[in-house]
């Protein structure tokens, strides 16, 4: 055991050494993100940026969304088209690192797809590269059924843990991001790039014992590693990493990560299931950063996190937002996060998430009259 230990500490040990040497080497720093009045310039482009977390229905987790076998774009197209209607100009969209894996080129292909069906609808994606929320141990292939009424039963960490627990692998990522960036770099329909969700989370109420214990340390070191490489690929659209807990109101608080993702993100962007005074609150400690800011995660019905009135408060203080959840389906964020330890039978008597029904029609008139007034004007939130 102490061997073993050992190696494991001589292996970290090397690893911090390597990184040390690439910044010797020239390797992007901090520093090579964008200037504010850089960035201030894309938000003025861009105009207020809102829409939703996108999965179509059909898609379990992200894996299933892209596949060829299953990647589904008569329900994208037909789910972006809600999503226009709604005045959503914007969705959040995973990719997964095994995608470019299992087939390079057809992955590439499928967002080109995707993006002409987005850009058919007027809606920009913002892609997102890595995730560390739920499943540790991702396959590819056919995507099991979803467990019944629990909250995102399929959805899969990128990267698993044959990343995670060999951090020395890690580097071997690095043709996913760069491959992705080469082909999109310069492409006008995207609005832009969410390097890595939530890195830091440990999944304590779902998957919290199956996770590497480790994974805090090597999660800190992909999210160094893929802003630089998001800064060798030198990309029209901006880059960013999202803050998702506390309210970060003082810098000597905080944590490595959340130094990472402030300073060397080109727009800030954070999540927020709080409620309204919860949500200024950090929109304004935020705002020392004179940087755009989008919140990329927000709406949980029963925590007080609603669309009335914390789009509004988001409108008015001009801060991108996108709720989780669109299209109930697969995915099944109707439930709540508590439904991994709590056991449900049938559809909740409040949503957790998601905003239509299958055949596009909404959980909450109320809601969607609500969101198209604040996106499309007075007169469009009045239509049925």
């Not at 105009?47 to 992200?62: D, H, M, R, Y």
Request: charged share 25%; glycine share 6%.
């Amino acid at each position: 055991m102490l061997k073993s230990r050992q190696k494991l500490s001589l292996g970290w040990f090397l690893i911090g050494l390597t990184c040390l040497a690439g910044l010797a080497a020239g390797e992007p720093s901090p520093d090579a993100r964008w200037p504010a009045e850089k960035a201030d310039a894309w938000l003025a482009q861009e105009g207020w940026l809102v829409g939703c977390n996108f999965s179509p229905s059909s898609a379990i987790n992200q894996l299933e969304m892209w596949q060829a076998d299953t990647f589904d774009p008569s329900t994208i197209d037909r789910e972006l088209g809600y999503a226009e209607a709604l005045g959503f100009n914007t969705a959040r969209v995973f990719l997964h690192n095994l995608l470019w894996t299992q087939d390079s080129a057809g992955f590439l292909d499928r967002m080109e797809q995707f993006l002409k069906l987005a850009d058919k609808h007027h809606i920009k994606p913002i892609f997102v590269f890595f995730d560390s929320c739920w499943d540790p141990d991702p396959r590819l292939g056919k995507q099991h059924d979803p467990k019944p009424f629990v909250h995102n039963s399929g959805w899969v960490q990128s990267p698993g843990r044959e990343y995670i627990e060999h951090p020395e692998r890690l580097d071997q990522l690095k043709g996913y991001v760069a491959g992705v960036l080469a082909r999109f770099r310069s492409d006008q329909r995207i609005a832009f790039w969410d390097l890595f969700n939530e890195p830091d989370n440990l999944n304590d109420s779902s998957y919290g014992k199956a996770e590497y214990r480790h994974k805090r340390r090597a999660a800190l070191l992909l999210l160094e590693k893929v802003f630089a490489w998001a800064r060798e690929a030198r990309t029209s659209q901006p880059v960013s990493s999202g803050v998702w807990k506390g309210n970060w109101s003082s810098s000597s608080t905080l944590s490595d990560f959340e130094k990472i993702q402030l300073n060397q993100s080109d727009i800030i962007t954070f999540h927020n299931y709080g409620k309204p005074d919860d949500v200024k609150q950090c929109i304004a400690n935020l705002r020392r950063y004179h940087r755009p800011i989008i919140c990329t995660e927000y709406m949980a019905r029963p925590a007080g996190s609603t669309f009335d009135p914390i789009l509004g408060i988001f409108k008015q203080e001009n801060v991108g937002a996108c709720n989780w959840g669109f299209v109930s389906g697969k995915t099944q964020t109707i439930f709540p996060w508590d439904s991994w330890t709590k056991h449900y039978t049938n559809e909740p008597p409040l949503w957790f998430h998601d905003i239509l029904r299958k055949d596009g029609t909404p959980y909450k008139t109320e809601e969607v009259q609500y969101i198209r007034q604040l996106t499309l004007g007075p007169a469009a939130g009045k239509r049925p």
